[in-house]
């Protein structure tokens, strides 16, 4: 297993505190030869975290990946947001647990889809490593939300079968009210 730099662990604990954190690194060569290194950091926080993206020891000012198709273990999805969304690890929202995640890419021909050199659709071969790096870190946190939905819809299910079980007790036990027939 690939550790991270002391510096990412440092000031991800610094800025939020992290109870525990996962790390993956890809580096990857294109059939024509390119290569690409992939960093994955995916940190379960105490405070809520950001996303934080770089490509090429630079930090994005919008979102790489925004039209990349990314198959992340049983998840797949259009672009980094909702991959980690589908992941349970999406920074800042409610309905994942807190944590911070960073990304950096690194290759030395990348296609950018706008001109402040930020945005950019990875090819196939950089797409797939990617998503494996995603997966390989979030799929621990994405195990417990899986895990702590299934429960929650079976209590769900158990808390509405035990009201409608007593819901036909109580039933059962109110006495009907007599008809005019039978209280003559």
Same mark, same amino acid.
């Given at each position: /297993?690939?550790?991270?730099?002391?510096?990412?662990?440092?000031?991800?604990?610094? #800025?939020?505190?992290?109870?525990?954190?996962?790390? &993956?690194?890809?580096?990857?060569?294109?059939?024509?030869?390119?290569?690409?290194?992939?960093?994955?950091?995916?940190?379960? $926080?105490?405070?809520?975290?950001? *996303? #934080?993206?770089?490509?090429?020891?630079?930090? $994005?000012?919008?979102?790489? *990946?925004?039209? @990349?198709?990314?198959?992340?273990?049983?998840?797949?999805?259009?672009?980094?947001?909702?991959?980690?969304? &589908? *992941?349970?690890?999406?920074?800042? &929202? +409610?309905?994942?647990?807190? $944590?911070?995640?960073?990304?950096?890419?690194?290759?030395?021909?990348?296609?950018? @889809? +706008?001109?402040?050199?930020?945005?950019? +659709?990875?090819?196939? #071969? /950089?797409?797939?490593?990617?998503?494996?790096?995603? #997966?390989?870190?979030?799929?621990?946190?994405?195990? =417990?939300?899986?895990?702590?939905?299934? &429960?929650?819809?079976?209590?769900?299910?158990?808390?509405?079968?035990? =009201?409608?079980?007593?819901?036909?007790?109580?039933?059962?036990? $109110?006495?009907? =009210? /007599?008809?005019?027939?039978?209280?003559?």
């Amino acid at each position: /297993m690939c550790t991270p730099s002391c510096d990412q662990v440092h000031w991800f604990q610094q #800025w939020y505190g992290v109870t525990r954190f996962w790390y &993956d690194r890809k580096a990857v060569v294109s059939d024509q030869g390119i290569p690409c290194v992939i960093e994955v950091v995916v940190a379960k $926080t105490v405070e809520p975290g950001h *996303l #934080w993206t770089g490509v090429n020891f630079s930090p $994005t000012f919008e979102r790489p *990946l925004a039209n @990349t198709y990314l198959e992340c273990g049983k998840e797949s999805n259009y672009g980094i947001i909702s991959a980690l969304y &589908d *992941l349970h690890v999406l920074p800042g &929202d +409610d309905e994942c647990p807190p $944590t911070a995640v960073a990304l950096h890419i690194v290759c030395p021909v990348l296609e950018f @889809t +706008d001109r402040g050199k930020t945005r950019f +659709d990875a090819p196939k #071969w /950089m797409a797939a490593p990617i998503g494996e790096a995603l #997966w390989k870190t979030a799929r621990a946190l994405y195990g =417990e939300e899986e895990q702590r939905t299934k &429960d929650a819809a079976k209590a769900q299910r158990l808390s509405e079968a035990r =009201e409608a079980r007593e819901e036909r007790a109580r039933a059962a036990e $109110t006495p009907k =009210e /007599m008809t005019l027939k039978e209280r003559l």
